[in-house]
């Protein structure tokens, strides 16, 4: 494992270390103001740095002096910065140096030195860690460093400089250190977001500048952070970045799905949210391809759109790395390498443990391959081979879970959970589901329900997304027998700004009436996020709504709230 200069660690990587941004957002512009009104970069002394662990504080080294950088200049930080995976002790540090975001960066073809810095104050009066990390040419000018050492259960202040350019300022916050005794002795709250789903071309994100006024002391993103579709919309300022080859209605170079993340990455809203929280992400398809299964490509491609696995393999490749080179992920990247793990188990002191599981990389081919995703329930009922995660993943979450002694217990996953039958209204008796869903691997979704059970864990709840819609549901191991007793809750958060694509909304309730009686709540008309506040007495769901997804300075309400108490394993509105 390599290290910077300063106290931290840099996450592994396989390859060894080598030698015009957006206008700013309103908070980037406070932040970075405050930053600028500290201790200046480069005059920084020793300073104590706290420890979690009770031995004796290391002194944080004193920076190089600000040295200009031929090629670095003014909007090098048109990314912003970000923050994610918070531990008691450490957190990841990201950023990018890219001043022309959407044209491959815009940075010489070089490695960059970048000086990082954490404080426990905005105006970085009082710095604990500092060091000078290498923005690597060939990850993109990205930038990680695991910044460990810190205090538990506490916010802290970051920013970066490259040459003599300064970075906008983010909070962050560390994860509470565990209580002796367990789920028993819990205390404290944790407040978080959750998020997923956020086509740029389809409307603005007023959703990720409220949840920048909520504060939250985490973001739960569970996937479809970009699109991948070829430009086309009715916002001329929201058309997609231009792919290597157009027609496809896909990317498929690295070059392709950097630009992409460039652009996404440079939209201030979502910069906002960034900067005011660290996050927690994990990937669904369209970070790669629509409904894509394992190494296996859209179902329905024919002609130039359609790969074999191979070719397939080496785009799931570019995707993953252009992944991971922009997100505040603690994980080991191959580059060329079609994998790279990111499930991973956080814990948050003695109240919450987050099983943050991916569902696309190992899951078995969509049965009966419809183009549409929708096909006959019974496909997914006698899918008996199938999985969504894969025998290891589901191994180490039944592990988790068994070894848990937090009191929530969240497991946070890409498509809905609960089971979603229905018929088509123009007739017909077949009963239909969305095989995409965890509907097309029902005795995968039964092993998982079955282990919750049988874990006995405190407090289950599931974290789900990808449907563009919002619903509170009660899961049961077996849903076509509803007088059974449910074994969790799930939360679905309707989507950031992508399109609702069913039919209308009554249509669904009319269904749910009919087929899904474990449905609590739903609602499909507008964007917005799930809003979560734990504490040991309960779980509060504020579900947010965007008012006109049409403009970025819409209003956002809480259209409904659900409470799960503790102890219990179904929701009630509040």
Not at 198 to 226: E, K, M, R, S, T
Request: hydrophobic share 35%.
């Amino acid at each position: 494992m390599s290290r910077d200069r300063g106290d931290a660690v840099s996450p592994a990587r396989a390859q060894p270390a080598q030698g015009a941004g957006a206008r700013p957002h309103r908070r980037s512009l406070l932040l970075g103001g405050l930053g600028l009104g500290g201790a200046a970069l480069g005059g920084i002394g020793l300073a104590a740095c706290s420890t979690s662990n009770g031995t004796t504080p290391s002194p944080v080294p004193t920076l190089r002096a600000p040295t200009p950088v031929p090629g670095v200049s003014d909007g090098v930080f048109g990314l912003g910065v970000a923050s994610g995976d918070p531990l008691p002790d450490g957190v990841i540090l990201w950023t990018r140096l890219a001043p022309k975001p959407t044209q491959g960066g815009g940075m010489p073809s070089r490695d960059v030195p970048v000086d990082w810095q954490i404080a426990t104050d905005e105006r970085f009066a009082s710095v604990v860690r500092a060091g000078t990390q290498t923005a690597q040419a060939a990850f993109a000018h990205s930038v990680h460093v695991d910044v460990r050492g810190l205090e538990p259960g506490r916010d802290y202040y970051y920013r970066f400089r490259a040459g003599t350019v300064l970075s906008p300022v983010g909070r962050t916050r560390t994860a509470a250190a565990p209580a002796s005794g367990g789920a028993a002795a819990a205390s404290g709250s944790l407040s978080f977001a959750l998020v997923s789903c956020q086509d740029f071309q389809n409307g603005y994100w007023p959703a990720f500048d409220a949840i920048a006024a909520d504060h939250p002391d985490l973001v739960v993103h569970v996937g479809d952070y970009i699109y991948e579709y070829d430009p086309d919309s009715r916002f001329p300022d929201r058309l997609h970045t231009t792919p290597q080859t157009l027609g496809l209605d896909q990317l498929q170079t690295l070059s392709d799905y950097r630009n992409r993340y460039g652009q996404y990455k440079a939209d201030p809203a979502l910069q906002a949210a960034h900067h005011a929280a660290p996050w927690v992400v994990t990937w669904d398809d369209h970070e790669v391809e629509n409904n894509y299964s394992g190494l296996v490509d859209e179902p329905g491609d024919t002609g130039a759109r359609h790969q074999d696995p191979a070719r397939f393999a080496r785009q799931r490749a570019a995707a993953y790395q252009a992944y991971y080179e922009h997100m505040p992920i603690r994980a080991e990247l191959n580059p060329g390498s079609p994998d790279l793990r990111i499930y991973r188990r956080l814990t948050f002191g003695s109240l919450a443990t987050f099983n943050v599981m991916d569902t696309r990389q190992y899951r078995t081919r969509t049965p009966g391959d419809y183009p549409s995703a929708i096909g006959p329930a019974e496909l997914g009922r006698t899918d008996f081979d199938g999985t969504m995660a894969g025998a290891d993943q589901e191994r180490w979450l039944r592990a988790g879970l068994d070894a848990s002694r937090t009191r929530w217990n969240l497991i946070a996953q890409q498509t809905m959970m609960a089971q979603l039958d229905g018929q088509l209204p123009t007739g017909g008796t077949e009963l239909l589901t969305n095989l995409d869903q965890n509907d097309g691997y029902r005795p995968y979704r039964q092993r998982l329900l079955t282990g919750v059970r049988d874990s006995r864990v405190s407090n289950p709840v599931v974290l789900s997304g990808d449907l563009h819609c919002a619903w509170v549901n009660d899961l049961r191991v077996d849903f076509d027998r509803p007088d059974t007793p449910a074994v969790a809750t799930e939360f679905v958060c309707t989507s950031i700004s992508s399109a609702f694509f069913l039919i209308s909304d009554d249509f669904v309730r009319e269904n749910n009436a009919r087929f899904n009686p474990h449905v609590r709540y739903f609602r499909g008309d507008r964007r917005g996020y799930t809003r979560f506040r734990l504490t040991p007495t309960q779980c509060r769901a504020d579900q947010r709504v965007v008012a006109d997804s049409d403009r970025p300075d819409s209003p956002v309400t809480t259209d409904a709230t659900w409470i799960v108490e503790d102890g219990h394993r179904t929701a009630h509105s509040a």
